[in-house]
């Protein structure tokens, strides 16, 4: 999952390095691990672009219950395009459900995905 969502980094710096702007997964070319542009589902995730890029710009909720996650725990990728500087700014998240469920303990990365790629602009 994390692998998916450093793809979708990656490809997002790529698209607004040239267009000046955030773009739709289908736009910058991203496919989730479903191969989908649009949402799709794997046995634990089911993938999607949220309404707001700048808080949910990519998911992953859970379909099953993973480590203390219960289902329906979600990571999520927000993506904020400043057009003064040329930057993006990822803010990852995590809303888990469950004792003990903590993002660093089923995905120790994770929050370093979007810190690693602000950083890098």
Do not use: H
Request: with cysteine; aromatic share 10%.
């Amino acid at each position: 999952m994390s692998n998916s969502a450093s793809s979708y980094v990656k490809l997002q710096q790529a698209y607004a390095a040239e267009q000046n702007a955030i773009g739709s997964w289908s736009s910058i070319g991203y496919k989730d691990p479903s191969g989908s542009s649009t949402g799709g589902s794997t046995t634990n995730f089911t993938y999607s672009e949220g309404e707001s890029k700048a808080t949910d710009a990519w998911m992953a909720k859970s379909r099953v219950g993973l480590n203390d996650c219960q289902v329906g725990t979600v990571w999520k990728m927000g993506a904020t395009y400043t057009s003064s500087s040329g930057n993006i700014t990822f803010t990852p998240g995590f809303v888990g459900s469950g004792d003990g469920c903590t993002e660093a303990g089923l995905t120790p990365n994770f929050n370093k995905i979007g810190a690693a790629a602000a950083s890098s602009n």
